[in-house]
């Protein structure tokens, strides 16, 4: 089955900076990859997301980059601002198999005012 | 616009007991899911239903469980007899079509005792 693995576990930042979360996926038929904030005792929310046919795709502050060759996508935070804190987690799915989505270990992102 | 909710938000029980989780998706989408997180983890897929059936389930899904629609907008989790490792943060989510973005209730948290 498919395995997510994701980076860092834990990301300080200063209120302005930006920020990387990084994941790889193992199975080659992955094609949609989500990524969901999650803030303290709130549900997963879905920030954006990217399918294989595109490399990257920005909504304003944030971007998501894939390069399907090295299995690995990324999540790009501009200027972070303290509401950007949050617990960030990526997955990955085969649209062509299991509908179910790969989730990983998430990280928590903590942007300092 | 629409959101999943899911009720209770918190459940205590005594290991052994019997407990119910209810969820509402959104009204015109077709698949359900049941996913828990583990406090500090990562969220893990237990099931998903479509038509009144079970369409996929995990190894974590095994006979102490069972999903039901009662009716035209419930979508309930039974937990038979409740374990020690069975607390969590349970989420219900829901989406139109396989393909489509699901999106996440707000969590029932269970606290087996």
């Known amino acids: 089955g498919e395995n997510v693995e994701q980076h860092p576990s834990t990301l300080s930042v200063q209120e302005g900076d930006s920020a990387v979360i990084k994941c790889t996926y193992s199975d080659s038929a992955s094609n949609y990859f989500p990524w969901y904030k999650q803030e303290l005792g709130k549900r997963p929310q879905l920030i954006i997301d990217i399918r294989s046919n595109v490399g990257e795709k920005k909504d304003q502050r944030i971007a998501v980059t894939l390069n399907k060759t090295a299995k690995h996508f990324s999540l790009h935070i501009t200027e972070t601002q303290p509401e950007d804190s949050a617990v960030y987690f990526c997955?990955?799915?085969?649209?062509?198999?299991?509908?179910?989505?790969?989730f990983g270990r998430g990280t928590s992102l903590i942007v300092h005012p | 616009e629409p959101e999943v909710t899911q009720t209770p938000s918190h459940q205590v029980t005594q290991m052994g007991q019997e407990v119910i989780l209810r969820c509402v998706p959104i009204?015109?989408?077709?698949?359900f899911y049941w996913y828990r997180q583990i406090l500090g983890q990562k969220v893990e897929f237990l099931v998903s239903f479509y038509n009144n059936e079970i369409s996929e389930k995990s190894e974590i899904f095994d006979d102490q469980f069972s999903v039901e629609r009662p009716d035209g907008s419930n979508f309930t989790l039974k937990i038979r007899s409740t374990k020690l490792e069975d607390s969590a943060m349970y989420f219900c989510?829901?989406?139109?079509?396989?393909?489509?973005?699901?999106?996440f209730g707000p969590g029932t948290r269970l606290t087996v005792l």
């Open positions: 997955a990955a799915r085969d649209s062509g198999g299991s509908y179910i989505p790969t």
């Open positions: 009204s015109n989408h077709l698949y």
């Open positions: 989510a829901s989406s139109k079509e396989t393909t489509d973005t699901q999106y």
